[in-house]
């Protein structure tokens, strides 16, 4: 595959003169096609500075997004993501409704075989809220695959004094 094939579809990468978005953003995700689609893979993105709005005191909340997934056709371009989940620093939305709109999303998107977003936020009132969602496709070993980490997901607790 020729280097502008690959790129086709991609208007921010290389560009510099993007444009942050000042509120949620769906549309600034692009996808390329997966060249390796032949074999299953866990692609992970950790965005350790993800900030949303609480949607009753319009505070920040400050979290670390976890997505892993295993494409199929289309994969997400990692500057889109990253503008993407910058979209949500000024949108006001509860910790679980963050996470479940990113995987969502993303599934929209890419449809891809198995995806999981996991979101630890820092506490606020002496409480951390870390919500984990995933989707295996149905009909597929991904929908059991799914199944099973959802239903022994986090069965070792991290010890959380570091927040």
Request: proline fraction near 7%; charged fraction near 25%; glycine fraction near 6%.
């Amino acid at each position: 595959m020729r280097q502008n094939e690959e790129m086709e579809g991609l208007s921010l990468l290389g560009n510099k003169a993007t444009q942050y978005p000042t509120d949620y953003a769906p549309e600034m995700l692009e996808t390329f096609i997966n060249k390796h689609q032949d074999h299953d893979y866990f692609v992970k993105f950790n965005c350790p500075e993800f900030t949303s709005l609480c949607p009753m005191t319009g505070q920040p909340d400050f979290a670390t997004i976890t997505i892993s997934y295993v494409p199929d056709r289309k994969m997400v371009e990692s500057k889109s993501l990253k503008l993407y989940l910058f979209s949500f620093r000024n949108h006001g939305d509860f910790h679980e409704d963050c996470v479940n709109i990113i995987m969502k999303d993303l599934i929209r998107l890419m449809d891809p075989k198995y995806i999981e977003v996991w979101g630890k936020f820092t506490p606020r009132g002496g409480i951390s809220i870390d919500p984990y969602t995933n989707y295996g496709r149905p009909g597929t070993l991904w929908e059991k695959v799914a199944f099973d980490r959802l239903t022994g997901h986090d069965m070792y607790p991290e010890k959380v004094d570091n927040r």
